[in-house]
């Protein structure tokens, strides 16, 4: 166990709706991380928050969104679904400092379904 | 281009057999390789980090390896329950100008009773 939670486990829904994927990051982790995986992308980063700031992005499509709140759990919200956004969503935390790059964390992920 | 590979993309060992996965990257100034685990539908599992030439971790059967270009996990009499992808990744500055963990394709390990 790592000490990250994400619920829900299993999300199935339809084309065009919106869904929001919520994580917990371990105690004492100030970043979250966001990744998608699918079976012909590998794991794939989205974006990474920072103590309720966002600090990194990668290839996140306009249609995805995500916040850190004060408490520092995170949501990833994902609007207007497409079949091709059927994959696992995980959530990963660190303790991020400047000097060097920390190991993160993931949680047990989220397998979405678009049907 | 900042990149990380790894090789193969699968193996197939007789329980006891050792061998090696392998990634190699070409980051300039590394920050740090890291080595994940990943069973089938589940998080990848932390099990390494590696930040300088020459660094060598080991836990239980596995050891990883560091060199300038490349980084190596040993696996030595291997078990069955040893079977898993073998993740590595890398920092890498993205496209965006920020730094981002990028993973390889994963070694697929396979481990024959």
């Known amino acids: 166990d790592s000490g990250v939670t994400q619920t829900p486990k299993h999300l199935i829904t339809a084309t065009g709706q919106r869904v929001t994927l919520r994580c917990s990051p371990r105690s004492g982790d100030l970043s979250v991380y966001w990744y998608q995986q699918s079976l012909d992308q590998g794991l794939q980063f989205l974006i990474q928050?920072?103590?309720?700031?966002?600090?990194a992005k990668g290839n996140i499509l306009e249609r995805f969104s995500a916040q850190q709140f004060p408490d520092l759990h995170s949501e990833l919200n994902l609007s207007s679904l497409e079949l091709g956004d059927s994959a696992l969503y995980f959530c990963a935390s660190s303790r991020t400092s400047g000097a060097s790059y920390n190991e993160q964390f993931f949680g047990p992920g989220t397998r979405l379904t678009v049907l | 281009e900042d990149q990380v590979t790894q090789s193969p993309e699968a193996l197939r060992l007789q329980e006891g057999e050792s061998s090696s996965l392998n990634c190699s990257y070409t980051v300039s100034g590394l920050r740090g390789l890291f080595w994940y685990r990943q069973d089938p539908g589940k998080g990848p599992e932390f099990l390494f980090t590696?930040?300088?030439a020459g660094e060598e971790k080991e836990k239980e059967r596995l050891k990883a390896t560091l060199t300038k270009k490349e980084s190596f996990l040993h696996i030595t009499a291997p078990k069955p329950e040893d079977s898993a992808t073998y993740l590595c990744a890398v920092p890498i500055i993205s496209n965006f100008g920020n730094e981002k963990l990028t993973f390889g394709t994963g070694t697929r390990l396979t481990i024959i009773p």
């Open positions: 590696l930040y300088s």
């Open positions: 928050y920072y103590n309720g700031e966002e600090r």
